[in-house]
């Protein structure tokens, strides 16, 4: 079987190809309930139709660059005459100059012309009733009256299922429809030979039998639905900088309207289509709405900023001109949210599982129905009475066909692929709770076969709360804190506190707002945070620095270079670049420094030495440490030029502390003891990266730390024993990360989850098994490649993704070994009854019964344990990891044996044994191997929470899903054998044949323990 499996039905976690897609949807030939089955498989066909879009946007795209091109080129030599374009009446009458379709062909169409007969950005801003400074109003009328003429900014999405559609869904089960016409017939046959209700009882029970099953498959698909909704909203919860009423604020995309003033910096999603205001070094990559790989560069004379495209680099304002469906983006959204997630890799393996078990099940019920009316034909051919049939002999045939079919409706397991859909989408709604957010199914069951995680350090391992605690200015280090910052001030000279405020309050990717509650807010990274609240202790104002200089050119901080920098225009003319980054790399490229007497020194061995002596002891202290510098520019710098790398004066260096998480030392030791290996991959310098992985137990005495550059240089052999013994890689580059990964997966098979905040982190994010992106600090480019969002930034949440892995995927292999025993049972039962004896003990209302337990009730049960510690406690599956392995056939034969042999045994002796004679003795010796049966699969299903300890009550109660389904399947037991014998073809027991029922199937629990006791 495994074989079978891992050649049809073997689909990566990620990135699976289309023809893989197809290849097992191809093999599964035979499906009771297709509707039902593929409900949470990718739709293919809306795929392609998001493809041939992208297309069509890509050509569109190209040829209004082309149009706007030649436009510009005509309009920069014509004067441009007035727009013949006439406002409608209701834009008027609201207060606005232009509609929205005129806005949106203007930056749809790239149009040039259009834009400048307007009058540029400014104009169009005045036309919308907004300012580019303090943004729109706030007044609630006036942003209604905006919304009724532009709309608002969400995509159309298909209607959510109700629950009667899942009611019409479940009826469309092909087995339940023959056993649905097999139930008329008999109530038609029935009703004719032996009058109402006498005759209906059959057929009745049959209908009443398949509307229990229908109501509650539908129940269970419903209520998935839901989580899956509730989990899909959580998903598109996308907050945004934005300045209304003159105040800098976090607001939702979704309500985003025309006129916003939008704040995007690198990594992030542009919300809407809209006109560039200003900014820096911008630019676009436009692939996800055309498939253009090269990116697109946006200023002043290319100001279109199309929806769903993302910030590679620069940051800059915004005005919104187009949202929601008015946008190329909400039309591909629309597409693409219908064409699905792809399926999981066990969704598929156990599609594979149901169609060989649905395949021999069809055998049996073939060749069950076959040996059953061989009987019937040779008794009447004894008889002699071959030609001539009775109404009796009629039903009796449509019993027949409706235990074959009733037989396919068990043997088919429809609900494997679907208890892997009930469990993840039980486990996503509680990681929710757990402050992870699953993006991607898949990542659900692979992280519990995780056996590496690559962390980042900063916000991850650490707190991301940074404060200044040491700093060393002119060349003297001082402690940072509340109580010496005025000393500190005095303590520096006061030209070189000029230059360092200059340097902090201009060379930042941060700001400092007043926010809507009229109180000071530091907004940015931690280390930009960091660095402004130093500035401000030293009594600097962050405003007067801004307007005192002009800004020429930003380079924004990354990944890469490790620093960041600007030109200033100085108010007494004159160019100066300050650069802040790594403390090592920023100070290789200065040449002089501030001495203690404020005064510009050349930067001699002693002082470097000095200076790397701080940057290793602050380092050595776990504290992140930065340069700053600056130098004075010649006349004849051109802002096209990139800023220099070297010939920077020194002003300072600071040490920044970020305390390491609580928790996290216990989480890196609980990985440890689960076979997961923790390495630590961060920019940081290699003294903070070691000090910090020493605090959290990731750095251990066997273990390796090293430089990104020094990792890259390596050969392909002298990594093959290098990467098994790396637990810090520091100064790392995207690249660095994304090699260290592919080695792992591809050299050393391992399954390897990666963290990652920043736009540079998404081709290490794409190319691990499991995505993991930070929620706080990560962009949106980060969140977009990932497979799970950590939304609290915490390496603990991470270890708790794992852990819910692991439990879908036990949880799984608990519910297939439960179904698979009771299709075996059930099958050989009736199959060797039929052959044996000419008539099968179980009824088709009986079996459908059965079936119910085991699909829908037993999905319910076993597929939403709660994880447990002990989960923590064993090896990860890994890739190479069985997933129907020993020890489940090794349980799943000898419960099946058991069971086999004991229902056999009441057929060929359970007349004496309970000492039954009379009329009604078949019947009671098939109620009391149906009653047996029954109670077999509830306490086997009780055997199955743990497939390999012998104490399964450990926890039970906690679990009220399971302990419901068993009360509820007892109770129901009872009602069906006491109350409802008509219709179930049963009849009232005794106390001594229930106790025996009830104890057959209790008997099956020691059994079960010990078959666990026989190693495999």
Not at 454 to 474: A, P
Request: proline share 3%; glycine share 8%.
């Amino acid at each position: 079987m495994e074989n079978f499996l891992n050649e049809s039905f073997d689909l990566k976690p990620k990135h699976s190809s289309e023809e893989a897609l197809e290849r097992w949807r191809k093999v599964c030939g035979f499906v009771k309930n297709p509707k039902r089955r593929f409900r949470f498989t990718a739709n293919l066909s809306k795929r392609h139709e998001a493809a041939a879009m992208r297309r069509s946007n890509q050509e569109k795209l190209r040829i209004a660059v082309l149009v706007s091109k030649a436009a510009f080129q005509f309009i920069s030599g014509v004067e441009t005459s007035e727009s013949d374009y006439v406002v409608p009446k209701e834009v008027k009458a609201a207060g606005f100059q232009l509609c929205a379709d005129e806005l949106g062909s203007i930056v749809e169409g790239h149009d040039l012309k259009k834009l400048k007969i307007h009058g540029g950005v400014d104009t169009i801003a005045e036309k919308l009733s907004t300012s580019t400074t303090n943004g729109l109003p706030s007044d609630a009328d006036l942003l209604n009256k905006r919304q009724q003429i532009y709309g608002i900014n969400k995509f159309a999405e298909a209607e959510a299922k109700g629950f009667l559609v899942f009611v019409w869904e479940a009826l469309q089960d092909m087995t339940l429809m023959i056993l649905g016409v097999c139930a008329f017939v008999s109530l038609i046959v029935g009703i004719a030979m032996e009058g109402w209700p006498k005759g209906a009882h059959d057929g009745l029970g049959i209908v009443t039998s398949i509307l229990l099953v229908v109501f509650v498959t539908a129940t269970s698909d419903y209520r998935q639905s839901l989580q899956f909704k509730d989990l899909d909203k959580e998903k598109k919860k996308i907050t945004i900088q934005v300045t209304r009423n003159a105040c800098r604020q976090k607001m939702s995309i979704y309500d985003l309207l025309p006129g916003d003033i939008v704040h995007l910096n690198i990594g992030d999603q542009v919300p809407a289509d809209g006109l560039f205001v200003s900014g820096f070094s911008v630019l676009i990559d436009e692939s996800s709405l055309t498939g253009e790989s090269e990116p697109v560069m946006v200023n002043a004379d290319n100001p279109f900023m199309l929806s769903g495209t993302k910030l590679q680099d620069g940051s800059c304002k915004m005005m919104v001109t187009s949202v929601g469906m008015r946008t190329q983006w909400g039309k591909l959204m629309a597409t693409i949210s219908e064409g699905g997630d792809d399926e999981t890799p066990l969704q598929v393996k156990l599609n594979g599982v149901a169609t060989i078990i649905g395949k021999v099940g069809l055998f049996f019920a073939v060749i069950t129905f076959s040996v059953l009316v061989q009987g019937l034909f040779m008794n009447k051919l004894q008889e002699g009475t071959i030609w001539s049939w009775s109404g009796n002999e009629a039903l009796k045939m449509l019993e027949f066909f409706s235990v074959a079919v009733t037989i396919v409706v068990v043997a088919v397991p429809e609900g494997l692929p679907l208890a892997v859909t009930l469990s993840l989408a039980f486990a996503m709604k509680k990681m929710m709770n757990d402050k992870a957010l699953v993006r991607h199914l898949a990542a659900c069951e692979t992280m519990g076969s995780a056996t590496s995680i690559c962390s980042d350090k900063t916000g991850t391992l650490t707190t991301n709360h940074m404060t200044v605690v040491k700093s060393c200015i002119c060349t003297g280090v001082r402690e940072v804190g509340n109580n010496n910052k005025a000393s500190l001030y005095s303590e520096i000279p006061e030209s070189a506190v000029k230059l360092l405020l200059q340097s902090i309050f201009t060379n930042t990717g941060g700001e400092i707002v007043i926010n809507k509650d009229g109180k000071r807010e530091i907004l940015g990274t931690p280390t930009e945070t960091a660095l402004l609240e130093f500035g401000l202790s030293l009594g600097g104002d962050s405003q007067a620095e801004r307007l005192a200089s002009k800004l020429v050119k930003v380079e924004p901080f990354n990944s890469t270079k490790k620093r960041m920098g600007v030109i200033l225009e100085l108010p007494e003319g004159g160019l100066r670049a300050h650069t802040k980054g790594a403390s090592e790399i920023v100070l290789a490229g200065c040449d002089k420094v501030i001495n203690s007497n404020g005064k510009v020194v050349p930067l001699d061995e002693e002082s470097i030495n000095h200076l790397n002596a701080t940057i290793n002891q602050f380092a050595n202290e776990a504290l992140r440490t930065l340069c700053l510098a600056y130098m004075e520019l010649e006349n004849g710098f051109s802002p096209e030029n990139a800023i220099p790398l070297s010939g920077y004066t020194c002003i300072g260096i600071v040490g920044i502390k970020d305390p390491v998480r609580p928790g996290v030392k216990e989480s890196v030791a609980i990985c440890r003891s689960a076979g997961i290996t923790v390495r630590m991959v961060t920019g940081d310098n290699i003294n903070t990266a070691k000090a910090i992985a020493r605090e959290c137990g990731i750095l251990t005495d066997d273990g390796i730390a090293i430089e990104g550059p020094d990792f890259r240089e390596k050969s392909q052999e002298e990594m093959l024993t290098l990467i098994p013994k790396i637990q810090v890689m520091a100064r790392s580059s995207p690249m660095d990360k994304h090699t260290l990964v592919r080695q792992l997966r591809s050299t050393f098979d391992e399954v390897v989850a990666v963290t990652g905040d920043g736009t540079n982190d998404a081709p290490a994010l794409h190319e691990a098994d499991i995505g993991l992106a930070m929620g706080i600090a990560g962009t949106e480019v980060a969140k977009e490649s990932a497979d799970v969002i950590i939304l609290d930034d915490n390496f603990s949440t991470i270890v708790t993704v794992a852990k819910w892995g692991r439990s879908v995927y036990i949880n799984i292999q608990k519910f297939v070994q439960f179904q698979l025993t009771v299709n075996i049972v059930a099958l050989i039962v009736n199959f060797s009854s039929a052959c044996l004896t000419g008539s099968a003990p179980l009824t088709a209302v009986q079996l459908l019964w059965v079936n119910m337990i085991m699909d829908t009730l037993g999905a319910l049960a076993l597929a939403t344990e709660p994880p447990t510690d002990e989960l923590m406690k064993r090896s990860p599956v890994g890739k190479k990891g069985k997933f129907i392995s020993n020890v489940m056939w090794r349980n799943i034969l000898g419960q099946s044996f058991y069971q086999f042999m004991i229902i056999w045994y009441l057929q060929v002796k359970g007349r004496a044994m309970f000492s039954l004679d009379g009329p009604d003795s078949d019947l009671t010796l098939n109620t009391i191997i149906f009653n047996s049966f029954v109670f077999c699969q509830v306490f086997n299903e009780v055997s199955s929470r743990n497939m390999e300890e012998i104490n399964v009550f450990k926890g039970i109660l906690d679990n009220y899903v399971f302990v419901a389904v068993l009360g509820c399947t007892a109770v129901f037991q009872v009602i069906i054998i006491e109350f409802l014998g008509t219709f179930a073809s049963t009849i009232p027991l005794t106390c001594s044949q229930w106790f025996v029922s009830v104890f057959i199937g209790f008997l099956g629990m020691p059994i079960a323990a010990a078959l666990k006791t026989i190693p495999v």
